[in-house]
Nanobody, 119 residues
Framework: VQLQASGGGLVQPGGFRTLSCTTS????????MAWYRENSEKQRDLVAV???????NYEDSVKGRFTISRDNSGNAVYLQMNNLKPEDTAVYFC??????????????WGQGTQVTVSS
């Protein structure tokens, strides 16, 4: 199973960007799907997470500005980022929690995509 993240780039403050993360390979089931970001000090923090039933949660600093969603197949996750601020600059990573038929869970990480917010 692999994740492919895309959508990063340079954006001006106040601008918007949509990140996408698609899965490939066989997955019995996907539970949570999430976006993390890693700052220049290599600290990786949770930004947003969405469960299989569509329930979402956000880190406080992005509430009201970011929206996480997943497609109907459940195999892709998106992060719509609005009103971007310089402090949102980071490398963004997607992660899924996969589930084997036995019920055992495992994490899969995508490669990072750089988002730079600067004028």
């Amino acid at each position: 199973v692999q994740l492919q993240a895309s959508g990063g780039g340079l954006v001006q403050p106040g601008g918007f960007r949509t990140l996408s993360c698609t899965t490939s390979g066989y997955i019995f089931r996907i539970d949570d799907m999430a976006w993390y970001r890693e700052n220049s000090e290599k600290q990786r923090d949770l930004v947003a997470v969405i469960s299989s039933d569509g329930t979402s949660n956000y880190e406080d600093s992005v509430k009201g500005r970011f929206t996480i969603s997943r497609d109907n197949s459940g195999n892709a996750v998106y992060l719509q980022m609005n009103n971007l601020k310089p402090e949102d600059t980071a490398v963004y990573f997607c992660k899924i929690v996969g589930v084997y038929g036995s019920g055992i869970t495992y994490d899969v990480w995508g490669q990072g995509t750089q988002v730079t917010v600067s004028s």
